[in-house]
């Protein structure tokens, strides 16, 4: 019934399964499962140096450190492996709507 599928795919449908056949779309892209815990990212941005060829001299674009906080869900999958299970009639994916829904069991 489910040939030719990669670990990604495997793993989503099982996620899936557990979790009332149901993916969502999270701000920010993530394809998760509802209630799914989050976790908190940081990351810093160092400065970014240039040499201005002209003047003979370096400069930074960023006069300090920069930093950009993110939430993400400590489980997500991207949209590619939800269109290729759609392609394969595993799953309706409804990318207007943010959901995807199991549409096979195994």
Avoid: H
């Amino acid at each position: 019934m489910i040939n030719n599928l990669s670990k990604t795919m495997l793993a989503t449908i099982d996620i899936m399964r557990d979790n009332n056949n149901k993916l969502e779309r999270w701000k920010g892209g993530f394809w998760t499962y509802e209630g799914c815990i989050t976790k908190y990212t940081e990351t810093i941005i160092k400065y970014l140096n240039f040499y201005d060829k002209a003047i003979l001299k370096p400069y930074s674009i960023f006069t300090e450190n920069m930093k950009i906080d993110k939430v993400c869900p400590i489980w997500s999958c991207d949209v590619r492996t939800l269109r290729a299970l759609a392609k394969r009639n595993i799953v309706i994916l409804e990318e207007d709507k943010q959901t995807c829904n199991l549409i096979i069991k195994y």
